[in-house]
């Protein structure tokens, strides 16, 4: 038999990485949630090749100390949970401490970083896992981070690369929800020097406009509801809108972008036969709860989220929706704080929960 051995951090890292950060949309998601939970205001995000060839992304944020920067790039390094408790509440979009290390792991990274209380910022360079430089960097408060050549030194992962057109499409798909999903920053996205994206942060209605254009808002309806302490609210598609498959829908719980087999069924039950068959609503739809009643731990890439009382969820939500279509408020007409909302639906209660910034007052109040 041959013996174990127990690999040393460069081997596992790169093998870890893989769950992270497959494609560069994933790096993409990774640093841009970074960002939010830095309470960024202003995130720029500037693609290069695909993203393959260059991702940078400068935001406004909190920055990093300058001790802790080469922290921020060993495993398991987070500022975000510190104790097993705190996994049952996840208020922040990372807390598994991998991203950076993931990253760097695979790809030539410079990150320079300011808080507001240091005097000059620091600068770090990583490339393949090994650092390159450390050293004091006059720069601007926040934080801007540039990764260039993504698995450059792992053969077996580029290989699986695609297009870079299709890598960036794949982009594209990834910040158009997390613009929908953080609808109070502002986020603009520029690919090989051109705009495609420009959020200015004001309200879910511009950051809708921001992705799919302004016309598309005369199409949806609202909805707004508060049950059993599940806030569902957001924009549904008119039925005769739906489109043929489910690229237009967009589930966000507690802030967080996740990909829900359970909500979206939940808004096709609600469709029931108004909608033609193999057509699929399209919504932005924001669920809010207890974040004790949900598990984002599911996957490395945190896409998927566990409710623990599905059932109730599901009826939350499929009631929630086809209230909105039976009271029919049209998106372009909303005032959500009006008379005509309680009208329509008697349960509604405006709360305040979940990550900060994608409450609900704060989306529709500018
Ligand atoms: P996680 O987000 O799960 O904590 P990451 O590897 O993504 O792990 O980041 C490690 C740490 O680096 C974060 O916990 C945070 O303290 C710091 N960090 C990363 N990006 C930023 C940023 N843009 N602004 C401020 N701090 C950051
Ligand atoms: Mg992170």
């Known amino acids: 038999m041959p013996r174990i051995n ?12 893989g769950e992270v950060v497959e494609n560069p949309a994933a790096v993409v998601k990774e640093l841009v949630e970074n960002s939010i939970d830095a309470k960024a205001t202003m995130i720029s995000i500037e693609v290069k090749g695909g993203g393959i060839k260059e991702i940078s992304v400068n935001d406004n944020g909190c920055g990093i100390e300058y001790d802790d920067l080469s922290v921020a790039f060993l495993p398991h390094s987070t500022s975000k949970i510190s104790s097993v408790e ?5 208020e922040t979009l990372g807390f598994r401490g991998e991203a950076l290390t993931s990253i760097a792991a695979v790809a030539m990274v410079t990150l ?13 360079e990583i490339n393949g896992g090994k ?29 699986f690369l695609r297009s870079q057109k299709r890598e960036e499409t794949e982009i594209r798909n990834i910040i158009s929800r997390i613009i929908l999903a953080n609808p109070t920053v502002s986020i603009k996205y520029n690919v090989d020097g051109k705009n495609v994206f420009y959020s200015t942060g004001k309200n879910l209605e511009s950051a809708f406009a921001a992705v799919y254009g302004i016309n598309e808002l005369n ?9 059993q302490g599940i806030s569902v609210y957001g924009y549904i598609s008119m039925p005769e809108e739906n489109k043929p498959n489910k690229t237009y ?3 966000i719980v507690n802030g967080r972008y996740v990909i829900s087999p359970l909500i979206s069924s939940a808004v096709q039950n609600a469709y029931g036969d108004t909608v033609m068959k193999r057509t699929f609503p399209a919504y932005v ?3 809010d709860t207890d974040s004790r009643f949900i598990d984002v731990n599911v996957h490395p890439r945190k896409l998927d989220i566990k409710f623990s009382d599905s059932n109730n969820v599901f009826s939350v939500i499929m009631k929630a929706v086809s209230d909105a279509l039976y009271g029919k408020i049209a998106f372009s007409n909303t005032d959500l704080n009006s008379e005509r909302v309680d009208k329509t639906n008697e349960s509604n209660t405006i709360v305040k929960s979940g990550v900060s910034g994608n409450s609900f007052n704060s989306l529709f109040s500018n």
């Open 219 to 227: 199409k949806y309806y609202a909805v707004h509801s508060k049950r």
């Open 249 to 251: 829908q967009t589930s």
């Open 6 to 17: 127990i690999l040393n951090s460069s081997i596992y890292n790169r093998i870890s990485a």
């Open 131 to 159: 650092i390159e430089q450390h050293r004091p960097e006059a720069s601007p408060d926040g934080t801007y981070i540039t990764v260039r050549n993504l698995f450059y030194n792992t053969p077996a992962r580029a290989k």
């Open 86 to 90: 705190d996994l049952d509440s996840i």
């Open 112 to 124: 320079r970083s300011k808080t507001k209380n240091s005097e000059t910022g620091g600068l770090i």
């Open 285 to 287: 739809l924001f669920i």
